[in-house]
C-alpha cells in the first residue's frame, strides 16, 4: 500500500526529498506521517500531515529544516531534507493513520507503514 522511496548519501548541508506513494483510498482517508529508526533507536517521530493538507506537525530536531507535504493528484506524500546532519541519519518510513483517535507522533497510532528508506548524511 504504501511505497518510500528517494533516499541516499548526502554530505552534511546536503538536501535529499522523499516520497512515498499510496494506494488511493489509503491515502485520501489517512493523515501521513514521517519515521525514522536507527539500530540505537526506537522509530521516532519526523513529520505528519492532515487528510486535507492545511496542517502540518514535525518534530523539534527538524523544524525549519523539513517540510512535508501531498500530492492528490499522484496520492504521494512528500519529504524535502533540507541542511542535513549526521543525526538525520536513520531509516525513514512513511505511514498511514486512518483512525482519528490517538497522536499524530506516536507510531502505534499508524496502521500502514512502508518499507523505509536509507538516507545517511557524512560528516
Known amino acids: 500500500q504504501l511505497q518510500a522511496f528517494g533516499g541516499g548519501l548526502v554530505q552534511t548541508g546536503g538536501s535529499l526529498r522523499l516520497s512515498c506513494a499510496a494506494s488511493?483510498?489509503?491515502?485520501?482517508?489517512?493523515?501521513m506521517g514521517w519515521f525514522r529508526q536507527t539500530p540505537e533507536k526506537e522509530r521516532e517521530f519526523v513529520a505528519a500531515?492532515?487528510?486535507?493538507?492545511?496542517?502540518?506537525y514535525y518534530a523539534d530536531s527538524v523544524k525549519g529544516r523539513f517540510t512535508i507535504s501531498r500530492d492528490r493528484a499522484n496520492n504521494t506524500v512528500y519529504l524535502q531534507m533540507n541542511s542535513l546532519k549526521p543525526e538525520d541519519t536513520a531509516v525513514y518510513h512513511c505511514?498511514?493513520?486512518?483512525?482519528?483517535?490517538?497522536?499524530?507522533?506516536?507510531?502505534?497510532?499508524?496502521?500502514?507503514w512502508g518499507q523505509g528508506t536509507q538516507v545517511t548524511v557524512s560528516s
Open positions: 500531515i492532515s487528510r486535507s493538507g492545511s496542517s502540518a
Open positions: 488511493g483510498r489509503t491515502f485520501t482517508t489517512s493523515t
Open positions: 505511514a498511514a493513520r486512518r483512525t482519528y483517535s490517538g497522536t499524530y507522533y506516536n507510531p502505534r497510532d499508524y496502521d500502514a
